[in-house]
């Protein structure tokens, strides 16, 4: 069986992890994620994931009242890697096999992120997923979700959002909004009403050359219609 996309990266948010919960992992949602992935995988794509910490500590946010900016930002990339970890348990337990490897320092924990290390996992047909962002503050998650689909030769950034793709104003305030099949780089990055990613990762993408796919995480079958090259949610390229 071959799909569009032999290799992907897909983004996901902290939010999304939390599930039914406010904050903290939601086990059933990850779980059913877990199956989500398992279909791609079986249909013979290579997956990375790449998962934000905002259902924990947005760094951005932490940030003043004497905490440093630098230092708020490295506590979302331990949130990130708190959920990268709990992610490769609730994989493995569904059968889905899944190595978590870290660009922030934590042997404990994690393997050390290296290309080379990651391709290997990658060949022998195991979920990666990436955390600690690339370790550098003043870098989003989805900012280092690209560099890291660049660096691993990703044919395709998918971002996981709750809406089925990008609209040409929220959807959820206005009942006239309407939906972007496709969507010049340009356009997304100009168009400071589209804040599905910031600029920063927009702008990398668009000067390398990757495609950015964003569609519905939530409903059943997407992920696999995405790599398989169906008509889900909206392109930018």
Aim: some cysteine; charged content about 20%.
């Amino acid at each position: 069986m071959s799909t569009k996309y032999s290799r992907i990266l897909l983004k996901l948010s902290g939010e999304q992890l939390a599930g039914e919960f406010e904050s903290g992992i939601d086990p059933k949602f990850a779980g059913w994620l877990a199956k989500e992935v398992q279909k791609a995988v079986e249909a013979g794509c290579q997956i990375v994931i790449v998962a934000g910490g905002g259902n924990m500590v947005r760094g951005a946010e932490v940030a003043g009242n004497g905490i440093k900016r630098v230092t708020g930002d490295q506590m979302g990339m331990l949130a990130g890697l708190i959920n990268a970890i709990a992610l490769t348990d609730i994989f493995e337990a569904n059968g889905v096999k899944t190595r978590c490897l870290s660009n922030i320092f934590a042997a404990q924990v994690a393997e050390s992120y290296s290309f080379r290390l990651a391709e290997k996992h990658l060949q022998k047909g195991r979920v990666v997923i990436v955390a600690g962002g690339i370790a550098r503050p003043y870098f989003t998650h989805d900012t280092a979700g690209i560099s890291i689909a660049l660096e691993l030769s990703c044919q395709a950034f998918l971002k996981a959002t709750k809406v089925d793709g990008v609209y040409d104003k929220d959807p959820t305030k206005h009942a006239d909004a309407k939906k972007h099949d496709t969507l010049p780089f340009q356009h997304a990055i100009e168009n400071n009403d589209i804040k599905i990613m910031d600029k920063a990762a927009l702008g990398l993408a668009m000067e390398h050359g990757m495609s950015l796919v964003v569609f519905d995480a939530l409903k059943e079958g997407n992920l696999l219609a995405v790599v398989n090259g169906d008509k889900v949610g909206t392109t930018i390229a």
